[in-house]
């Protein structure tokens, strides 16, 4: 007798192959014992097509449904800012201000911003070429760090609270977190922003430390701390998901 009924059923692959007008994409696939229906999407952020399928869809099913959407992705896909390396030669935007970077020394040493002899805003960044990417990245992170450190500060002292611990994350969704317990989190991409939208976001979240919710007390206290609520949610409305492109 043949125990059929414990024949291990094969894995989902972690993606799918779709192909419009010579074009070959990929479509990672994600089963959600919630899902209702098939839903496609294209993160703006990354350039990352996604399709999520319920738990008893077959893959032949999920792919002639991402075969049917060729055209949409290759649209949407084709609206998605192009990357920009962290790589010597790149403009990269530190506090709003566009900085080139530059390879400036094989000899290791800290990366800075800094000023070329005509005046050019530069990132210096010095050792070996295959790490510049890499430091220009731990660059970003502790310049966000420091300046959401100070912005917390400020904001905490005006409501007289305490932040429990601030972190920086690359994170895709969100940019800034406030936890039960008063940690906070926020994008290290908002270095690249103007000051104003990086200090909107730390008066955000310090908010959050005393209404943990988004009700009209939450937004009074945001724009009490912050002016310039409003104008820094148009900002990151129309240019926050360019920033995902840098790096």
Known sequence: MRFALFRRVPADPPHLKVSHEGQAFKVALKRRPTAKRITLRVSNATGEAVMTIPERTDLATAQRFADSHGGWIATRL??????????????????????????????????????????????????????????????????????????????????????????????????????????????????????????????????????????HRFWKLTHDLCPRTEEAEAWLKAYGSALHRFG
């Open 78 to 215: 084709a609206k998605v800012p192009v990357r920009v390396p962290f790589e010597p030669g790149s403009l990269v935007p530190l506090r709003g201000v566009p900085h080139k970077i530059v390879h400036w020394s094989n000899i290791r040493g800290t990366t800075q911003a800094a000023r070329a002899s005509d005046g050019t805003p530069i990132l210096a960044v010095s050792g070996d070429g295959p790490h510049v990417a890499r430091r220009v990245q731990d660059f970003l992170e502790m310049e966000a760090k420091r300046d959401f450190a100070e912005a917390v500060k400020r904001h905490t002292a005006a409501l007289g609270l305490k932040a429990k611990r601030i972190t920086v994350r690359d994170t895709k969704s969100r940019w800034g977190s406030c936890s039960a317990s008063g940690a906070l989190s926020f994008s290290w991409r908002l270095i690249m922003a103007p000051p104003f939208v990086l200090d909107y976001l730390a008066a955000h979240e310090v908010a959050h430390l005393r209404e943990l919710n988004h009700s």
